[in-house]
């Protein structure tokens, strides 16, 4: 019998009881002996974007009202929604061509309209994560091309953003993938301390031929079909980014300052703590607007 994706996560929990002791030892040795100071330099660069499109995908549930509270445990709420996305994007008017689609499970439950927008119906399992899939499996033969992956539960702050983010992802080709806001840990886990540093997957800008590349490397997209939450977080959000960082590529996030964050794994005994210059946990707890886009403001100290 196929076990349910809840089933499969508290599983693993289990089986992270059982081998608990090996468990502990290995996250310790990360902890405290992974921090590889001469460390090589990396080499991996991102194949270049030779056009000026930018393909954006929003990923929407149906249920959703156009704006709404977003509440997420020990941080404070703030307004979101797929209006504010809307507005975001639709009102850009800098130097790229933007293709812009939302993606939306449960359709039968929105009551918005949406005039001039492609809208993809998508099933709910994987939930971001399916949006992203069959975004991506619209682009994919496509010339490759600036990606931008996101949902409705950005905060509604709005500033300009497109054009710096993409010539700072451009000017740093060793950037496999840029976000908002990271998580250090996985708290889906056990194991106290348990170092998964990994961008939050509700804002993500990428290329086609890097999402090819992590397709390849795992034999699907991550997070595919997945249905509970917790899994989710794990087998989709995590796991993206692990499997960049393993590609060897670094991961860099816009902080709330306008500073951008670059963090690696360019050693494979190097777990990514000598390029941890960060807190730890979840970055939202330190940050005045929680799932904001920020301006980036290079020079920053």
């Given at each position: 019998m196929k076990l349910s994706h809840k089933n499969r996560f508290y599983l693993d929990l289990l089986f992270e009881i059982i081998l608990s002791p090996i468990s502990y030892m290995n996250n310790f040795l990360k902890w405290h002996f992974g921090n590889i100071e001469n460390k090589e330099v990396l080499t991996k660069k991102r194949k270049s974007v030779n056009q000026n499109k930018v393909s954006v995908c929003i990923h929407e549930w149906g249920g959703y009202e156009g704006k709404r509270l977003k509440k997420i445990k020990n941080i404070p709420e703030f307004e979101c929604g797929l209006d504010y996305q809307l507005e975001r994007f639709q009102n850009y008017s800098g130097q790229y061509d933007l293709n812009l689609s939302i993606t939306i499970s449960e359709l039968n439950l929105f009551k918005s309209k949406i005039n001039n927008v492609e809208m993809i119906e998508v099933p709910n399992e994987g939930m971001d994560f399916s949006g992203y899939e069959a975004f991506f499996n619209k682009i994919k033969s496509e010339e490759n091309q600036y990606v931008i992956l996101t949902n409705s539960s950005v905060n509604k702050y709005q500033v300009n953003f497109?054009?710096?983010?993409?010539?700072?992802?451009?000017?740093?080709?060793?950037?496999?993938?840029?976000?908002?806001?990271?998580?250090?840990?996985?708290?889906?886990?056990?194991?106290?301390?348990?170092?998964?540093?990994?961008?939050?997957?509700?804002?993500?800008?990428?290329?086609?031929?890097?999402?090819?590349?992590?397709?390849?490397?795992?034999?699907?997209?991550?997070?595919?079909?997945?249905?509970?939450?917790?899994?989710?977080?794990?087998?989709?959000?995590?796991?993206?980014?692990?499997?960049?960082?393993?590609?060897?590529?670094?991961?860099?996030?816009?902080?709330?300052?306008?500073?951008?964050?670059?963090?690696?794994?360019?050693?494979?005994?190097?777990?990514?703590?000598?390029?941890?210059?960060?807190?730890?946990?979840?970055?939202?707890?330190?940050?005045?607007?929680?799932?904001?886009?920020?301006?980036?403001?290079?020079?920053?100290?």
């Open positions: 497109i054009d710096d983010y993409i010539s700072f992802f451009k000017e740093n080709s060793s950037i496999g993938m840029m976000g908002i806001s990271f998580n250090s840990k996985m708290y889906q886990s056990l194991i106290k301390n348990n170092f998964n540093p990994h961008l939050q997957s509700f804002f993500l800008l990428t290329t086609t031929q890097v999402l090819k590349e992590v397709v390849d490397f795992n034999n699907g997209f991550p997070g595919k079909g997945i249905d509970y939450k917790l899994e989710l977080i794990k087998k989709g959000e995590i796991k993206l980014s692990k499997i960049v960082l393993d590609m060897g590529y670094t991961l860099a996030c816009v902080l709330e300052n306008g500073k951008p964050f670059l963090f690696d794994k360019s050693h494979f005994i190097d777990n990514g703590r000598n390029s941890w210059k960060n807190f730890y946990g979840d970055y939202r707890l330190h940050t005045r607007k929680p799932n904001a886009i920020n301006s980036l403001k290079l020079g920053v100290k």
